[in-house]
């Protein structure tokens, strides 16, 4: 039965075909006998008339359905806007058969009130058909394709839903849906598409067990961040997989359509939403303006140059030392709208003739070592690049005619237990403290940014893919977290509202348990936590269980941005600052990684580090590495 109304399906969808054109005549003499029949009480008068005036109604119908489109055989698509069609077509025709039948032709004797009775019959008939056949082609697909297809749930029962539903039942897609859930409680047991809401989300794991479902959809692209948490958390507490439709954003820009699936992505993670910040004024610093990134090449850098070409700069110059990194970053941009320059910004040299061709307006540094356990062990790396490349950068910039200097901070700089954090933190002492001098300085503090280059997401990902197990310091460390494109952002805004030795920090919401981020990605990874094993190691040296935002002495001030705070801290005083950076600098690789690290905390009381076994250092010898020239110089402040 099912193979030959499969057959019969095929026949009748074929586009024009004699079927579809003999069943609406049928139903149109059909429609004008019956109509006949009522008009006179079953009693068949007058044949001649009818049967003279069948053709011209027959052919006014048909050019009417022809004209709005509905002479085809599609009819299990049928919706409501092919009952409007057929509405528009039936008034047509039937204007169109009175019109020749009395004014044209003078057939007196044809009732007016057949004229109505026949179009409300011919509306009826096409209609009812269409609806007919699809009900049957639903059955039959109810039947068939259930088979051998994955059991899934549909989180939603909204307009994304309903789309959901209509485009898995007609396509040839692995998934076969059992039904809904919804939090709504008007829509509790209704169907949806032929599917029933089945009940609400908290009682995803009894429906799931119920009907032996393996996955669930998340069809809600307009939930929050805090709402699709939830569904994820009752995915992961059922232990089924899960999958989400793209969001409205992209369904509405055509970058997606409502069947393509995807993964939920981590950043759908955070637990809150994505901040959104108006950059409207960041017009104003960037259009028409030379513009330099340090850091061009790396997560934060690059992003920072996309965004800062769509706001029309008079030239951006994208620096970097990673010669592959920046070699792609130019293929994206084009060479006629930024400039790659391979070099190190601690090169004052190269630095300065960059900026005397290009004549800076805004620096935006993002380049520096920011890898905590490697900088651990190399104190000295981390200062020399972080801090006294730093200053020597700022008096170049300075000296250069720059007006607006950005520096790109870290949450490890408030109270900072390593080496990393401490020269983050040294770094927004000094634009604070430096005299003014009419170049405005303004650091921009934030926390972890999800996907970038050594993050934790791609070290995880990596983990994953070689050793089928992931490796998390301490089961209670937890970090705040953002997108690359909030970070962005925030520098970005930072530019436009920052005044001179403001620190700003971006509102990142609560933070996140690192191991909850890692039972997330095995999750996505289409794993179970059964099959990836999640080993503690231990905190690193340097590292602390969770981060801060502010000092205690802080004071979280509002700012232009609702989601920007700037901190009220007192700036240190810059000739005991910078005459304790040049002892250090002097000493730097004459002393100790012991005294280094005591050197730090003088400046930066907060600064708290484990004590390490000191180097046996000859006493008759400085402590110098032998590939390191004796003959160090540093560019003071004053140079």
């Not at 599609?74 to 039937?94: C, F, M, N, P, Q």
Request: charged letters at 25%; proline letters at 4%.
């Amino acid at each position: 039965m099912t193979r030959k109304f499969t057959r019969l399906t095929n026949l009748l969808l074929q586009e024009h075909s004699a079927i579809v054109l003999v069943l609406h005549i049928c139903l149109v003499f059909g429609s004008l006998l019956l109509s006949w029949l009522l008009r006179f009480e079953f009693h068949f008068r007058d044949p001649f008339i009818v049967l003279n005036a069948a053709p011209i109604l027959v052919f006014c119908r048909l050019a009417a359905m022809k004209q709005f489109r509905l002479l085809h055989g599609h009819w299990r698509y049928t919706d409501l806007e092919d009952a409007t069609d057929i509405a528009k077509a039936t008034l047509v025709g039937s204007i169109a058969f009175f019109l020749i039948m009395r004014p044209l032709l003078h057939v007196l004797q044809f009732p007016l009130s057949v004229y109505i009775i026949e179009a409300a019959l011919s509306a009826g008939a096409v209609a009812g058909v269409r609806i007919a056949f699809r009900v049957m082609a639903d059955a039959a697909v109810r039947i068939t394709s259930g088979h051998g297809r994955k059991q899934i749930l549909v989180i939603g029962a909204g307009f994304a839903g309903q789309m959901v539903l209509r485009e898995l039942q007609y396509s040839n897609s692995e998934y076969w849906v059992v039904g809904c859930l919804d939090d709504d409680s008007t829509k509790q047991g209704l169907k949806i598409q032929g599917k029933r809401v089945l009940g609400r989300v908290e009682q995803l794991a009894e429906i799931a067990s119920e009907h032996a479902v393996t996955e669930v959809l998340i069809a809600v692209p307009s939930a929050t961040k805090a709402q699709m948490r939830r569904f994820v958390n009752r995915c992961e507490a059922a232990g089924l997989k899960f999958s989400t439709v793209p969001s409205l954003q992209d369904l509405l820009s055509g970058k997606a359509k409502i069947i393509d699936l995807r993964e939920v992505k981590l950043d759908d993670l955070l637990g809150r939403d994505p901040v959104s910040i108006d950059l409207d004024a960041v017009q104003s610093v960037v259009h028409g303006r030379v513009i330099v990134v340090t850091g061009a090449a790396g997560s934060i850098g690059s992003e920072l140059c996309r965004q800062i070409l769509q706001y029309r700069p008079a030239k951006l110059i994208c620096v970097d030392q990673n010669e592959t990194g920046l070699f792609y970053l130019d293929m994206e941009l084009g060479k006629d709208r930024a400039t790659c320059c391979v070099a190190d910004y601690t090169d004052t040299d190269r630095m300065r003739r960059l900026f005397a061709t290009h004549l800076v307006d805004v620096v935006f540094h993002a380049a520096a070592y920011k890898h905590v356990p490697l900088m651990e062990a190399n104190p000295r790396e981390a200062l020399q690049n972080n801090v006294f490349g730093l200053m020597r950068f700022l008096n170049l910039a300075e000296s250069a005619g720059c007006d607006s200097f950005i520096l790109i901070s870290s949450d490890k700089a408030v109270s900072p237990t390593n080496v990393m954090g401490a020269t983050k933190r040294l770094g927004e002492l000094i634009l604070a403290s430096r005299p003014a001098s009419g170049m405005r300085c303004v650091s921009v503090r934030f926390g972890n940014v999800l996907g970038s280059q050594g993050s934790v997401v791609p070290v995880f990902q990596r983990q994953l893919a070689e050793q089928k197990r992931i490796t998390v310091t301490h089961p209670d460390v937890t970090r705040f977290f953002m997108t690359i494109r909030e970070a962005v952002s925030l520098v970005l805004q930072a530019s436009s509202i920052g005044s001179h030795r403001d620190v700003l920090v971006l509102d990142m919401g609560e933070p996140m348990r690192i191991v909850d981020l890692a039972r997330t990605l095995i999750r996505l990874s289409g794993k179970s936590e059964r099959e990836v094993e999640i080993v503690f190691t231990g905190l690193r040296p340097g590292e602390k269980l969770y981060e801060e935002l502010f000092y205690p002495h802080e004071q979280a001030l509002p700012t232009s941005c609702e989601k920007i705070k700037r901190t009220s801290g007192t700036a240190v005083s810059w000739e005991e600052l910078e005459s304790r950076l040049d002892d250090l600098r002097s000493d730097l690789f004459r002393i100790s990684d012991l005294d280094v690290r005591s050197r730090i905390k003088g400046i930066i009381p907060e600064y708290t580090f484990q004590d390490m076994p000191p180097i046996a250092l000859d006493p008759d010898q400085p402590w110098m590495p032998a590939a390191m020239d004796s003959d160090l110089h540093f560019a003071s402040a004053d140079d």
